[in-house]
């Protein structure tokens, strides 16, 4: 059963945490997408694992901090582990919980053992990468918002327009009705929160993340779909050649959210460090 309990960061912040608190081998923190809770992802739950997660800022139970960047998940991170007395820990992240696991990474590396991202974005201005490129139009539609600026940002969050195509291919679908179902315990609840928090993800994706992704030094392993059209793999790819001996695998039959039926198999890997 997974424990929840809310940490108190000071100033009227409060931080939901997550852990499944079962003796293991390794300590695992997740990272989760937009928009999303928290919660760990149940599908890989084993015995070898203890998953520790939170709700980002403005999700679940944890206090909205407008303005917050990509790198503040190093600090939020660094404050839960200190709370559950964990010293060293591996980072998992999927879509726009992959920058925030790259966050934690490259900025606390002496307590990070090991990575797995999947279906990341890059930072925004990435040399060399075509960052709309391959994107679909809904996928794209918020964050040309976020870089238009804040209002503009609230503004489509409160009145979507445009073509409502986000990049879900069948691979998605099926994974959302199957193996992954436990996507939509964690979006729904999260989208019927409102579309604020989303907004601060997207604003810091857009915004510079505060680190570069070149400082990650533990081992890593980023994974995409080849089919995936929310998050395009050449901006996991751009990642992979950034992190200095990163690992990086495509699936050519999966798309954004099926990439996840690759992460046993990647928990494998990070178990084995």
């Not at 999700?59 to 600090?75: I, L």
């Not at 998605?172 to 315990?185: C, K």
Request: charge should be negative; glycine fraction near 10%.
């Amino acid at each position: 059963m997974t424990k929840e309990l809310d940490l108190d960061l000071g100033g009227g912040q409060t931080l939901h945490v997550y852990d499944t608190g079962r003796p293991a081998a390794h300590t695992v923190f997740w990272h989760h997408g937009t928009p999303n809770l928290g919660a760990p992802p149940a599908p890989l739950f084993d015995d070898a694992v203890r998953w520790v997660a939170y709700d980002r800022p403005g999700y679940g139970g944890s206090t909205r901090t407008p303005g917050r960047d990509v790198a503040s998940a190093a600090r939020y991170t660094t404050a839960v582990a200190d709370r559950l007395g964990l010293d060293r820990f591996a980072v998992v992240g999927h879509s726009g919980g992959g920058p925030h696991a790259l966050a934690v990474a490259a900025l606390v590396p002496a307590r990070v053992t090991a990575v797995v991202v999947g279906s990341s974005l890059a930072p925004w201005g990435a040399e060399g990468l075509d960052w709309f490129g391959g994107m679909a139009p809904g996928a794209a539609a918020s964050l040309h918002a976020a870089l238009a600026g804040r209002a503009a940002r609230e503004d489509f969050g409160a009145n979507p327009s445009g073509d409502p195509d986000i990049g879900f291919v069948d691979a998605d679908e099926d994974a959302l009705t199957t193996d992954w179902s436990w996507m939509m315990d964690v979006v729904r609840p999260a989208l019927a929160q409102g579309p604020s928090a989303a907004a601060d993800d997207d604003l810091a994706y857009v915004a510079p993340w505060g680190f570069d992704p070149a400082a990650v030094t533990a081992p890593a392993l980023l994974l995409a779909g080849a089919r995936d059209r929310m998050v395009p793999p050449t901006h996991t790819a751009w990642l992979a050649r950034r992190i200095p001996g990163a690992t990086f695998q495509t699936s050519d039959v999966d798309g954004h959210v099926s990439v996840l039926r690759r992460f046993p198999a990647a928990m494998e890997w990070l178990t084995s460090r």
